[in-house]
C-alpha cells in the first residue's frame, strides 16, 4: 500500500481525538472535538479536515471508541481497550504499565506487560466513577469540572455514599440543601471518583511499571494528585494522555499498512 | 407454519400479547441462526422446531395429555426426569428467557431479581407460554433464594412440588437427596396413579442416559480444532433438549453427532482456522437467550463449550443402573445428581476444577463468565473463578448481563478486547 500515513480516530462517548502519523511515526497532526449529537457528521467532518491537510486517499484508519462502528470510511475498528494500551505504551514509553483510563462513559483499568494487555476491566453500565458524572455534579454545582476541582482542592473531607449517578446527584442536591460549603461537596465528588477506581482496580491484579492516566480527566491535577494518594503510588500522566486511545489507533493502522 | 391459534386460544392463553412474542422470534432465529454459513445439514430438526417452538411439541403434549399422561413442567436440572419418565410421565421445559416476559414478573417480583426467575413468573401470569398452560404440576426446586421465594408466588397460581437441594456434598447431605428423591418418586405416583417398580425405573434410567450420552458425542465433536459446529447450533440443540422427548432428542442428537464426526475426518470447519475458542460458564442460558453467543461469535471468537446448566452440566455423568432396589437405584440417582456443581454448594470447588478440566479437554484460549444480574451465586462465585483460571494461564473475562440488548455494545466491546488480548 502506498498510503503516506496512518490515522487512528477514537470517538469517545464526549469527545473524538483524531492522531495521524507521518511514515516515521511521527504525530503530524492532532485534533479534538466534541462528538456531539452524531458521531456519524464528527467522523465525516474528521475525514474532511485531515483530507484537506493531508490529501485525499493518504491515509490508513482505524477507528475506536464506542462511536468505532460509526466510522465508515475507517480500514479497520480496534475497541478502545487494545488500543489505549497501545497509545499508553508509546506515550508512556514503557511497556510494563497499568493504564486507568477515565472516559467520559465508561472507565477502564489496564494492565500492559511485555507492551500487550494483560488483563483488563471495564466499569459497568453505570456511570459512576466517569467524566460524565464529573460533568452532572459540576452542573449541579453551577461551576465547570475545571472550576469544580480546584474547589475541591480547598474542601473538607465529605462523603457521597452513593455510587449511582442518579443518587449521587440527589445526595449533592441534600447537601447543598443542608448548606454544605461547595467546596467541600466538590471534595466528595471527586472523592468518590477515585474510590470507584480504587476498589475497580481490587478486582485485577496490576503490575510493578507505573500507574498511569489516560482520559478526559488528565488535565485535572487534582485529581491526578488524589488518585497517587489513593494507590499510594505516584499516578504519571501528560496532556496528550487524553489521545491515548487515538494514539493506539493510529499506530496499529501504522502496523497494518 | 401451522395454525396454533385454536390450541393456544384453548389454552386459555392472551392471544393478544402472544402475538407480539410471535413476531420477534422469527427475526431473532434470522438474526442469530440463519445468518451462519455451512450449519450442519442435521441442524434442520432444530430450526424446524424452534421456528414454531409454542407450536409443535406443545401439541404433542396435548395429544399424550389425552390419553391420560401427566405432564410435569421443571426449572431446573436437579429434578430427576428419569423418576417422571418412570411413571409414564412427560417432562418438559418452561418459558424464562426473554425479556418480553420480564415486566410481567417485575408486576409481582421486586426489581432486582434475577431476570430468568421475572421471565419465568411473568410468562406464567401473562398466559403467554403454552408450556405454563399445559403442564399438570410444576417441579421447583431450592438452588438460589430468589427462586425458592417466587415458587411461592408461582404455587398461588399453579401446583408446585418443591424439592430441598441439599447446600453441601457431606455424605448426609447425598442421603438427604435420596430421601427427597423417594419422597418425589411418591408424589409423582399420586399424580399418575402408576406405580414405580425397579424395572421401569431402570428403563427410564437407560433413557435418560442414552441422552446423556447422545449430547456428550455432540460437545465431545466440539473438542476439536476443526470446529465442526458453532456455540449458537450446539446452544439451541441443548436449549431445545429441555423441551423434547428424550428418545427422540437422543436419536437426533446421535444424528447430529454422526454428521459432526464426519465433518471432522473431513476438514468441515464452520470458522477460521485463527478464531479464538471460547469456554463459556456460568449461570443457564434459557431459550430463546442466544445473546452472549451471538456476540462471542460475530466478534472473531467461537464458543467450544457451555460449563453451565444449559450445557455440560445437563449431561455429564451417567446413572449408575447395576441397583436391584428401588432404594438402590435412588441412591444412584443422588450420587450422580449431586456430582452437579451449581453455585448453590458451599463449597463449590468441584465447579472450578470443571472449568479447568473442561478448558482444557475443549481447547479453550480463554474462558467467559458471565452471570445473569442479580444472581449473587454465580456473581460471588467469580472470584475464585478468575483466580484459578489465571494462575491456570487461562485468559478469563467476567461479565454480567440481563436479557435487554441495551448493554449488548458494551459487552462486544468487552469481548472484541478480550479477543484481541488473546490475539496478543
Redesign the interface.
Known sequence: MNKKYSAGIDIGSTCAKTIVLDKDGKVVYKDLRPTGYSSVDTAESIRHTIEEAFGKDSFHTVATG?GRISVPFADNK?????CHAKGAVRLFDKNDINVIDIGGQ?TKLIVIENG?????L?N??CSAGTGRFLEVMANTLSVSPEELCAMAEKGNETRISSLCTVFAESEVINLIGKGTPREDIAYAVIDSIVEKVKTQSG?L?MNNGPLCLTGGLCDYGYVVKMLSKAFNKDVMTKPDARYAGAMGAALYAASQM | MADYVKMWKELGMDLEAHDNLCQVLPTAVGDVFLTQENRPKAMDFWDLVISEVHGIRPAELIEEQKKGRKVFGTFCVFVPDEIIIALNGIVTGLCGGSQFWVPGGEAVLPKNTCPLIKASVGARLGKTCPFFRIADVYVGETTCDGKKKAYEILGEDVPMIIMDVPQMKRPKDIKKWKDEIADFAAKVEDITGNKLTVEKLKEAIDIINNKRKAMKRVYDARKSLNLPISGRDTLLMTQISFFDDPVRCAEMCNKLADELEERIKNGVSVVKEDTKRILVTGTPLAVPNWKLHNIIETSGAAVVCEEMCTGTRYFENLVDNSGNTLDELFMALSERYMKNNCACFTPNPGRIEDIIRLAKEYKADGVIDCSLKFCGLYDIEKKHVSEALKKEGIPVLSLETDYEDSDSGQLRTRIEAFVEMMKG
Not at chain 1, 78 to 82: A, C, G, R, Y
Open positions: 464506542y480496534v475497541t478502545e481497550i487494545s465508561d500487550v494487555v494483560s488483563e483488563f471495564m459497568d453500565k478486582k491484579r
